[in-house]
């Protein structure tokens, strides 16, 4: 059994808390600008629990999404740079969209279930934000933008059909200076969790995260490029994570070694768009990455075939793109099997 490390980069810690009990420490950040203060949680667990609930990173079976609405395009709210006036083809991220669901599907053989469009939700589709799910649990998040919180309904209603523990960032976490978080501000590794700190989730929300997966060591960082942690990494395996090469991308990476204890495989891409994958070990036992193609990421794709026996599946996100969003930004993963096989 692989032995569960604590999140320090202080060599002289003092003895862990007893089991059950949680401490938040601070640490300086290793960016040479001291861009920002990190946090992260540190506890101890017993190896009975780690065993019976640690699995590998990617056993999914289902996979949620939400269609693109006529509204497509159109900001929620001040939409700020990421929706504003950008120049989008409905017809052809419809088409996208469906070629994403299709290979789930009957490519990965996932069940899909798909929460109808909504025109008065215009970032509805965007459905990675709204949940962060692990195991039996479901936290709906509080998106930064007021616009958008609406969207959590529908999700909430599938979360609960799916007999999945379902924990809301409730309005007494809010006001305007309150807890903010969107999943695709949330890496979450099998092992851990990175809370990207970002225009769109602080430190407040990334709490929520922590208290709401007490089991998972929950540490942040700041968002040094691109707008949401997601848009610069993803996990590209059990153990692997895919990173853009950008400088803000590489500050970031840097940060997260120091606050991890755990050895990951970093597959570098030299297009930063081509850093947010899916990968998902499917029910047949084989491992699938939807990575984007040639055709939108030319100088990447042969950084995916560096990676033995997956089975790549090359998947178009462009419109979606065009407004700050990923591939994994269309859908929700889950595991409602108890088996990893």
């Not at 929300?205 to 060591?217: C, P, S």
């Not at 707008?227 to 853009?244: A, E």
């Not at 794709?301 to 930004?329: H, I, M, N, R, W």
Request: aromatic fraction near 8%; glycine fraction near 8%.
């Amino acid at each position: 059994m692989t032995e569960l490390n604590l999140h320090s980069p202080e060599k002289d810690l003092q003895a862990p808390p007893p089991l059950g009990v949680f401490t938040w420490r601070t640490a300086a950040d290793t960016d040479p600008r001291g861009m920002n203060k990190s946090f992260f949680r540190i506890f101890q667990i017993s190896s009975s629990f780690f065993m019976a609930n640690m699995c590998p990173y990617g056993r999914f079976t289902h996979a949620v999404v939400r269609g693109i609405p006529e509204s497509f395009g159109k900001p929620a709210g001040d939409g700020g740079k990421e929706n504003g006036e950008v120049s989008v083809d409905l017809a052809k991220a419809q088409r996208q969209f469906g070629c994403l669901t299709g290979a789930l599907r009957q490519k990965v053989g996932l069940q899909l279930i798909e929460i109808p469009a909504d025109g008065e939700l215009p970032e509805s589709w965007r459905i990675e934000d709204v949940a962060v799910i692990q195991g039996d649990t479901a936290l709906i998040t509080r998106p930064f933008k007021q616009q958008r919180r609406s969207e959590v309904e529908a999700v909430r209603r599938v979360m609960s059909e799916l007999n999945l523990t379902v924990v809301e960032m409730g309005a007494e976490q809010g006001g305007s200076g309150g807890a903010t978080l969107e999943g695709s501000d949330v890496l979450f590794t099998g092992r851990e969790f990175f809370v990207g700190i970002s225009s769109h989730t602080n430190h407040s929300g990334a709490e929520v995260l922590a208290d709401t997966f007490r089991d998972f060591a929950v540490s942040t960082v700041p968002v040094c490029g691109g707008s949401r942690l997601k848009n610069i990494c993803s996990m590209g395996g059990p153990d692997t994570i895919v990173f853009s090469s950008t400088e803000g991308a590489k500050k970031t990476l840097r940060m997260m070694e120091q606050l991890t204890d755990h050895h990951y495989e970093v597959l570098s891409v030299p297009e930063e768009s081509a850093a947010n994958c899916i990968y998902v070990r499917g029910p047949s036992k084989k491992d699938f990455l939807l990575h984007r193609p040639v055709e939108e990421c030319p100088d990447s794709v042969s950084a995916f075939q560096k990676l033995p026996d997956y089975s790549l599946l090359p998947t178009a996100c462009s419109e979606a793109s065009k407004l700050g969003a990923s591939l994994s930004s269309l859908c929700l993963l889950i595991n409602r099997k108890h088996t990893y096989f």
